[in-house]
């Protein structure tokens, strides 16, 4: 066999083979494109991160979202790794609940596409039998168009949080009202001191749109917090050394602190959101 030199080339547009051959043999190797799952992820533990994260070479918290999912997964979709993309992201000990969060799983080198397209439908059960921190739903196959629409998801929706909250102060039924009434509220928030590390500094105006809260004693109550996407609950509660502002804390003449936050909610639109958020009255106590 004579000398030839071949480029790459690709097999039904998604199979590419990337191997040559040389004088007297050929060797090929053929490498799936990669392709992407879509759905909708609720994480029930306080201990997992959204990706392994590492922090000062060790690792914070003993799983991920990223590795719950990819785990169940592999076998049905035969591939070798994946990468993970999601729609804003909660800080490891805040729980995604509700209708959930949308991800998308982009696999690397699939080999099992055949029966995977079949199966994507059932990513939802598959996972259920093989993790009980991270549920996902709504899976789907999708193109790389998709990371349009995760990041619309990330920037144009409201989020509706719950959040544990002691005061230092005697809290008051007349207390709890007077957060009831607040709407619309505008917040000033400079870049949180626990992110400036990776974010820059620059000061975001947020919007609280509505808070709905349940006395439980004079120093604890429950707040449902209903704001603009990215708005850092967290330093609204507590101030962040006066770096939010307006704050809980200057609201109620106290210090404030938050003990527990979940995510119930990511609303499409703001109509929707405030007609959910007036008729959820019934405030359930949170999981410790």
């Excluded at 995604?96 to 690397?108: K, W």
């Excluded at 397209?117 to 991270?134: P, R, Y």
């Excluded at 009434?181 to 992110?195: A, G, H, S």
């Excluded at 004079?218 to 990215?230: K, P, Q, R, Y």
Aim: glycine content about 6%; charged content about 30%; some cysteine.
């Amino acid at each position: 066999m004579g000398e030839t030199n071949f480029a790459k080339m690709k097999i039904n547009e998604r199979i590419k083979v990337v191997n040559l051959l040389t004088k007297d043999h050929i060797s090929l190797y053929c490498k799936h494109e990669n392709t992407f799952v879509y759905g909708m992820y609720t994480k029930e533990s306080r201990e997992i991160s959204q990706v392994k994260w590492m922090l000062e070479e060790k690792r914070r918290g003993f799983s991920s979202i990223q590795e719950e999912i990819f785990n169940s997964l592999k076998d049905a979709i035969g591939t070798e790794s994946c990468l993970f993309h999601a729609g804003g992201r909660e800080y490891i000990d805040v729980r995604m609940l509700g209708s959930g969060r949308a991800f998308l799983l982009e696999c690397i080198n699939p080999s099992k596409m055949g029966s995977a397209q079949l199966q994507v439908a059932e990513f939802g059960k598959i996972m259920e039998k093989k993790s009980q921190l991270v549920y996902i739903k709504d899976t789907k196959w999708v193109d790389k168009t998709y990371f349009e629409v995760l990041k619309n998801k990330e920037t144009d929706k409201m989020k509706e949080q719950r959040c544990v909250v002691w005061t230092e102060k005697k809290f008051t039924r007349e207390g709890a009202k007077k957060l009831n009434d607040i709407i619309n509220l505008q917040v000033n928030q400079k870049t949180p001191i626990r992110v400036l590390h990776r974010r820059c500094l620059k000061t975001r105006i947020k919007i609280i749109y509505g808070l709905r809260c349940e006395w439980i004693n004079e120093h604890f109550f429950l707040l449902d917090v209903l704001s603009s996407a990215g708005t850092y609950i967290k330093e609204f509660i507590h101030g962040d050394l006066g770096r939010t502002s307006p704050n809980l804390c200057l609201l109620l003449n106290s210090e404030c602190d938050i003990l527990q936050l979940d995510v119930i909610n990511l609303h499409k639109s703001i109509s929707n959101a405030r007609d959910q958020f007036k008729g959820s009255k019934q405030l359930a106590i949170m999981q410790l």
